[in-house]
């Protein structure tokens, strides 16, 4: 641990008030407000392939996430002499690994394995390299949560990328089953919080998108800005309503909270872009 509290020590030996203001900045790019941004532009507006992709891989890749931070329940170096945390709002639960750091790698590799271009491989490592390296500046992780973050949301982002293009397509009806049966039982076996929120999501996501693609066929591109305005204002406004509405008549934990998630992301990926159609957005 001395080892490791050095580097974050060498690294804040560079620190000015210029440099905390970026890293505050950056750091919020591997924030969920960041992934709560892009994969409504992703599924609404570019490619709902990818936007599905984006969705069930950072659920899946912060239910591990939380699952080690638990189970590890290794201390942050917050308050840790000779080392300074900023923006410790930020820093919620454990330290193992750096969700911030795990979230950016599982992001930027999906893109990056479906682009597959010079530019997006340069803004993808760059990315993840500088959300990572503003974990250490900011004294919210230590060195070894960064590597495994990143290790560990590569390795997620391969995990949905790559393996589903080597296995043979289910039946509609198996491949709902098996990803609401899945996250339910993954929910439950280990039952925090936020394991909840991401199953209920990553469920509810793909049972939307088989709906969607078999009764309507979205086509999220559009040239036109002002549709592309009008789509997320009744997707977010939707979004807003349905979790505000939920959120009243429904108890905020355990299976409810699972249960409310999973209308969301059935909101995302099949309310939202139905009425695009309907309104040919």
Request: hydrophobic share 50%; aromatic share 18%.
């Amino acid at each position: 641990m001395e080892l490791q509290a050095e580097i974050i020590q060498f690294i804040q030996s560079f620190s000015n008030p210029f440099l905390d203001i970026f890293f505050i900045i950056i750091t919020n790019f591997g924030s969920a407000i960041f992934y709560l941004i892009m994969i409504p532009i992703f599924y609404w507006s570019i490619d709902k392939k990818i936007g599905i992709t984006l969705v069930i891989s950072l659920m899946f890749s912060m239910y591990l996430n939380v699952t080690l931070k638990n189970i590890t329940a290794i201390p942050r170096p917050i308050g840790n002499p000779g080392i300074r945390s900023l923006f410790v709002s930020s820093a919620g639960g454990f330290s193992f690994p750096s969700g911030h750091a795990q979230g950016t790698a599982t992001f930027w590799g999906v893109v990056m394995q479906y682009y597959r271009s010079r530019q997006i491989y340069f803004i993808g490592i760059i990315m993840i390299f500088l959300v990572s390296l503003s974990r250490l500046y900011l004294g919210l992780h230590w060195p070894w949560d960064v590597a495994a973050g990143i290790i560990l949301g590569l390795l997620m982002s391969w995990i949905f990328t790559v393996v589903p293009k080597k296995l043979k397509p289910l039946p509609m009806l198996y491949s709902i089953i098996l990803m609401i049966s899945i996250p339910f039982g993954l929910a439950f076996l280990f039952p925090y919080k936020d394991n909840f929120i991401y199953m209920g999501l990553s469920a509810g996501s793909f049972v939307g998108y088989k709906f969607e693609d078999y009764l309507i066929g979205f086509k999220p591109q559009s040239k036109n800005k002002l549709k592309t305005l009008e789509k997320y204002a009744i997707g977010l406004g939707g979004f807003l309503l349905i979790y505000t509405v939920l959120k009243l008549i429904m108890p905020q934990h355990g299976f409810f909270s699972l249960l409310k998630y999973f209308v969301v992301g059935i909101w995302l990926t099949f309310g939202a872009p139905a009425i695009f159609c309907r309104l040919s957005l």
